[in-house]
């Protein structure tokens, strides 16, 4: 059976009228990404399958510092045990062959006295290594071999001593250690600063010593795609700052706000405050300098996800001036008002300014508005304690005895007389 043909124009449908209208973009739920950078500033990233394994061994040092302290102590313990055992066999045999150990041997010349065993050979390689010198014990000029293998004996332990004192004078004065009072806010901030689209955060120095050369790098790491079908999954996009565009050093005496101004250059310059929540995007913060004390370069690392990203917040002000001196708030370190910014894109702010001001109007009018209802609500309440006094004022008139008025005649004339 044919389907009936409707009267009205199929252009003119519900179809084709939907068809034809304007959609709005939607934003699909952003997918939770790994984290590149930790909050903590660690790489969250695995090395798999590498090959060439040797390649660590030509480096033992730096391995040795690289590793965890519980592999580190265990090595060391591990070499200097094999090297007493390794030289308690060497006296043993040097005994052995001087005939040091033959119980019924009735002359005096012996290589080491009083090792008749093992044991004794053990703990006399204990005693040369680590210079005890208990006194029992010691080679005589009789055997050669046993001044050899003392020469040789004190040059290893020499060795493995130097290795282990660098190994741990290393770990111990690494950079990250004072990268541990190096904060940052835990949230980036999105505001208006100078009629600009701003990204900003906030950096401190918990310590007196100061930060010498201090400089900021943000980064941007986002997974692109080329036109040619590329698929970056690391992609890493430098972003400028006001410090590095004037390119000096920080001055990280008190905690300061680094401002990355969003132009045509930047990365988050189509970004709006919608589609920067449905982004996967990760801005890593680096903060470099060198120890005032040691002398070590050091650097801190952070990183802000999208979720992290306060679109139209501000930074509390925390350096207030107390009886001559500066006293910083660290409480309030990384708390945040919220104040008027404009939802849309960097690029959308700058084709049509009047955004701006529309939102700075609005922004105008709801704080007027909120002030007006602030005073009403206090006259109401002073009119409240006030209607209080007026009510007992009536009521109390209302107990008085009402006024009679009666008229006398005298003289032909009528006198009006009124008694309370």
């Avoid at 111990?172 to 600009?196: C, K, M």
């Avoid at 008027?340 to 702010?349: D, N, Q």
């Amino acid at each position: 059976m044919l389907p009936r043909k409707s009267i009205i124009p199929e252009e003119y449908g519900l179809p084709g009228l939907a068809s034809r209208m304007p959609r709005k973009p939607v934003f699909r739920d952003r997918v939770n990404k790994a984290r590149f950078i930790a909050k903590n500033g660690s790489c969250n990233l695995a090395h798999k399958n590498i090959r060439e394994q040797g390649r660590f061994l030509q480096d033992v040092f730096t391995t040795l510092v690289d590793l965890k302290w519980r592999f580190t102590l265990v090595i060391f313990t591990t070499t200097f045990v094999s090297s007493w055992l390794l030289f308690a066999m060497s006296w043993w045999l040097v005994a052995f062959a001087h005939g040091d150990l033959d119980p019924h041997r009735q002359t005096d010349s012996y290589c080491v006295t009083d090792v008749k065993s093992f044991t004794s050979a053990f703990l006399f390689s204990i005693e040369v290594q680590v210079t005890i010198g208990f006194g029992g014990r010691m080679i005589t000029e009789q055997c050669p071999a046993a001044i050899t293998v003392l020469i040789l004996q004190n040059i290893v332990g020499l060795i493995i001593n130097a290795v282990m004192l660098g190994c741990i004078f290393m770990k111990t004065a690494q950079s990250n250690r004072r990268a541990e009072t190096l904060i940052f806010s835990r949230h980036a901030v999105i505001v208006v600063r100078n009629n600009r689209l701003c990204f900003m955060i906030r950096i401190g120095d918990l310590r007196k010593s100061m930060i010498i050369g201090a400089t900021v790098r943000l980064q941007v790491v986002r997974k692109t795609t080329t036109p040619e079908g590329e698929v970056i999954p690391i992609h890493q996009i430098d972003v400028q700052t006001e410090s590095a565009v004037a390119s000096n050093s920080l001055f990280l005496l008190a905690p300061l706000i680094i401002c990355h101004i969003i132009d045509k250059n930047s990365p988050l310059y189509d970004l709006s405050a919608m589609e920067l929540q449905c982004s996967d995007l990760e801005v890593i913060v680096i903060l470099e300098g060198v120890v005032e004390t040691t002398g070590i370069t050091t650097q801190a690392r952070t990183s802000y996800v999208s979720e992290e990203i306060q679109w139209g917040h501000r930074f509390v002000p925390i350096v207030t001036e107390e009886e001559g001196v500066y006293s910083v708030d660290y409480s309030k370190f990384g708390n945040t008002v919220k104040v008027a910014t404009p939802r849309c894109s960097a690029r959308e702010l700058d084709e049509k300014p009047s955004i701006l001001i529309q939102t700075l109007q609005k922004s105008e009018l709801s704080h007027q508005n909120s002030l007006r209802k602030r005073n009403s609500m206090r006259r109401n309440n002073s009119m409240r304690k006030g209607g209080g006094s007026g009510s007992l004022r009536r009521n109390n008139s209302g107990l008085l005895s009402p006024k009679v008025q009666f008229f006398s005649s005298s003289d032909g004339s009528q006198s009006l007389n009124a008694v309370s």
